[in-house]
């Protein structure tokens, strides 16, 4: 049915979104929240319904990518982040670890296209982290275009213009609560803007 607004009313189950991704998705967990809260406030999803959490601290893009493709046919919307595990390091990593990490996100998202259940992708793309200060501009160009690109719909959230050295817990590598609630809000204005569960 259609709302009032410009977008069509969707009513849908909490475990029709899948989280997916390493410590930036668990890590504290309130984006996830904050996420879930503004879509029981807009009326897509009633409350006490969670999403379908199989984010997993530590894990390299492979692990990430085969926690999708187990059953994944109740997944609508796909809320991830993934690659950063593979290339941490305070130094720059080479090329070549890059351009396989992006390589493997392009197969993935031909796999979601080809599976055929989900509709929308929400990748987060890592802000500048203090342990890691090159891996936000390393991976940039090559999520950028794999996303912009993509066979199934797919809505890159850059983290930086969120942080700029903000909002970081004490381990110096993790956002702190208010730093993770501000990625549920971006996640959500992401989707506002691109008539995403609305």
Same mark, same amino acid.
């Given at each position: 049915t259609t709302g009032t607004g410009t977008?069509? +009313?969707a =009513?849908? =189950?909490g475990t029709d979104?899948? @989280?997916i991704g390493d410590s930036w998705i668990q890590i504290t967990g309130d984006q996830v929240t904050t996420l879930e809260n503004h879509l029981v406030t807009a009326g897509v999803i009633s409350s006490g319904q969670h999403f379908d959490r199989r984010e997993v601290s530590g894990t390299p893009i492979d692990t990430i @990518?085969? &926690?999708y493709t187990k059953k994944p046919n109740n997944c609508k919307i796909l809320v991830m982040d993934g690659g950063g595990i593979d290339l941490f390091g305070s130094n720059l990593a080479p090329q070549s670890s890059i %351009?396989?990490?992006?390589?493997?996100f392009k197969t993935f998202l031909q796999t979601v296209k080809t599976l055929g259940y989900t509709q929308h992708i929400i990748y987060s793309?890592?802000?500048v982290i203090p342990t890691t200060p090159h891996l936000n501009a390393q991976m940039g160009p090559g999520f950028t275009d794999a996303c912009k690109n993509s066979p199934v719909d797919c809505h890159l959230v850059d983290l930086e213009p969120l942080f700029k050295g903000q909002h970081f817990g004490s381990d110096n @590598? +993790?956002? %702190? &609560?208010t730093g993770a609630k501000n990625i549920g809000d971006a996640w959500w204005k992401a989707m506002q803007d691109n008539c995403i569960a609305q």
């Open positions: 977008c069509p +009313h =009513q849908m =189950q979104f899948w @989280t @990518t085969a &926690s %351009d396989t990490v992006v390589s493997k793309l890592y802000p @590598t +993790h956002p %702190d &609560s």
